[in-house]
T-cell receptor, first 116, second 111 residues
Framework: EAGVAQSPRYKIIEKRQSVAFWCNPISGHATLYWYQQILGQGPKLLIQFQNNGVVDDSQLPKDRFSAERLKGVDSTLKIQPAKLEDSAVYLC??????????????FGPGTRLTVL | AQSVTQLGSHVSVSEGALVLLRCNYSSSVPPYLFWYVQYPNQGLQLLLKYTTGATLVKGINGFEAEFKKSETSFHLTKPSAHMSDAAEYFCACQGAQKLVFGQGTRLTINP
């Protein structure tokens, strides 16, 4: 089966510019996650969707970050305006609807964002 | 809320030597525990997971980990390191809420 797809793989922008990332989860996976991974740290959850509803966005900086998952399939994460400290890898993951594997997350390759 | 501590941000071993990466967790509920590996410029790949049942779990590439509730530990081991094992390793804990990751351990293999 195809894995989690993300684009673009790399993005360089100036501070105060806007940027958007796209994620297409594994087919049939109900839950979608966006993580921020700063260099030298573990991934940190930004937002979790169950189908097209938000389950957890407690660590999403809502003044500049937004995310949506229309139709419960693919998702976009936007940053507007970007700050230097937003430089990181943004990982998308998905997990199955139910069953023993529902807590296993499958990760995409990530988007490396550099803010200058 | 749960937390994960990985002891040692960088571990270096010789090819053929034992690999031991340490992970301790804190969780208010029985946790699900995971080890992920990340190669340069790639996403995270699941090595192994503990949910319930047998406390010694085997994963891909010859890795295994043992869940020790009394020590709140989930250390990752491999009997004989291979050059291809060089990567970043993350321990993660799923408790009542979200999946929480440790800060990672970079494994270097010396020829």
């Amino acid at each position: 089966e195809a894995g989690v797809a993300q684009s673009p793989r790399y993005k360089i922008i100036e501070k105060r510019q806007s940027v958007a990332f796209w994620c297409n989860p594994i087919s049939g996976h109900a839950t979608l996650y966006w993580y921020q991974q700063i260099l030298g740290q573990g991934p940190k959850l930004l937002i979790q969707f169950q189908n097209n509803g938000v389950v957890d966005d407690s660590q999403l900086p809502k003044d500049r970050f937004s995310a949506e998952r229309l139709k419960g399939v693919d998702s976009t994460l936007k940053i507007q305006p970007a700050k230097l400290e937003d430089s990181a890898v943004y990982l998308c993951a998905s997990s199955p609807r139910a069953g023993a594997s529902r807590y296993e997350q499958f990760f995409g390759p990530g988007t490396r964002l550099t803010v200058l | 809320a749960q937390s994960v501590t990985q002891l040692g941000s960088h571990v270096s071993v010789s090819e053929g030597a034992l690999v031991l990466l340490r992970c301790n967790y804190s969780s208010s509920v029985p946790p699900y525990l995971f080890w992920y590996v990340q190669y340069p410029n790639q996403g995270l790949q699941l090595l192994l997971k503990y949910t319930t049942g047998a406390t010694l779990v085997k994963g891909i590439n010859g890795f295994e980990a043992e869940f020790k509730k009394s020590e709140t530990s989930f250390h990752l081991t491999k009997p004989s390191a291979h050059m291809s094992d060089a990567a970043e390793y993350f321990c993660a804990c799923q408790g009542a809420q979200k999946l929480v990751f440790g800060q990672g351990t970079r494994l270097t293999i010396n020829p």
